[in-house]
């Protein structure tokens, strides 16, 4: 799928009103605030939101336990940064394809950044790119909290396309095993710190990662 696709399929979500995350992606949000609080050096650090879209997971985030952070969020679909720029739910955002080499990203950098469920909107090629650019925007020794669906490959040796057509989820077009996503973090220079892979929730085919990485000092 080509990103004028991918903008179109997310760019038509925004005509649904939502005002709420959605309740599964709680339980991540509450581990990254854990993560935070284990590593912030300061009292008011930045963290950067990788595809924020209208900023519900940054509101929900600032509400309940981040009033002092500077979140700045960044996504594909501009009109979904402008939402969540005028609904105070982000303090900056850009409108940037972090699936290019030259995505622009003119603000200063953060301590911190998070990434959900990255799978429905980069394949294994354009997750090394987005990595790159996250890398570039965190200090030295910043911390990147990334949560995805993990693909059980030693349980299921159907290509990713027949699992697609499975399951009917024509925005999942890459569903990584660890072992790719732990070869990405390493290429783009990250520290893998800490995994954790979830038993199968969804199916026997895949399940949810997060992985805690580290930028070198
Ligand atoms: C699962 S949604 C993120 C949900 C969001 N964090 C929230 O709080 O509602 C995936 C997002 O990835 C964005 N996206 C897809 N491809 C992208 C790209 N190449 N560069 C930047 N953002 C992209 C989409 O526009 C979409 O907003």
């Known amino acids: 799928m080509s990103s004028g696709a991918i903008y179109n399929l997310f760019r038509e979500k925004l005509n649904k009103p939502k005002t709420e995350i959605d309740p599964a992606i709680k339980p991540a949000l509450i581990k990254f605030n854990t993560f935070l609080q284990q590593f ?81 909107a980069f394949d294994n090629k354009e997750v090394r790119k987005m990595l790159g650019h996250v890398k570039s925007k965190l200090r030295r020794g910043g911390r990147f909290f990334y949560q995805d669906l993990v693909r059980n490959g030693d349980r299921y040796d159907k290509s990713i396309a027949e699992i697609v057509a499975d399951q009917q989820k024509p925005a999942v077009r890459a569903i990584r095993t660890k072992q790719q996503l732990l070869e990405a973090f390493h290429e783009a220079g990250f520290e893998t710190t800490k995994t954790e892979i979830t038993e199968p929730q969804h199916d026997q085919f895949y399940t949810t990662g997060i992985f805690f990485l580290k930028k070198p000092m």
């Open 40 to 120: 912030k050096q300061s009292a008011s650090p930045r963290v950067l939101d990788v595809c924020c879209f209208r900023g519900l997971e940054a509101a929900f985030l600032k509400r309940e336990f981040l009033q002092s952070v500077t979140i700045v969020g960044v996504d594909l679909v501009c009109e979904a940064v402008q939402e969540a720029k005028k609904k105070g739910r982000i303090d900056e955002g850009y409108a940037a394809n972090l699936a290019t080499d030259d995505a622009s990203l003119p603000f200063d950098e953060v301590d911190f950044a998070y990434c959900l469920r990255s799978g429905p």
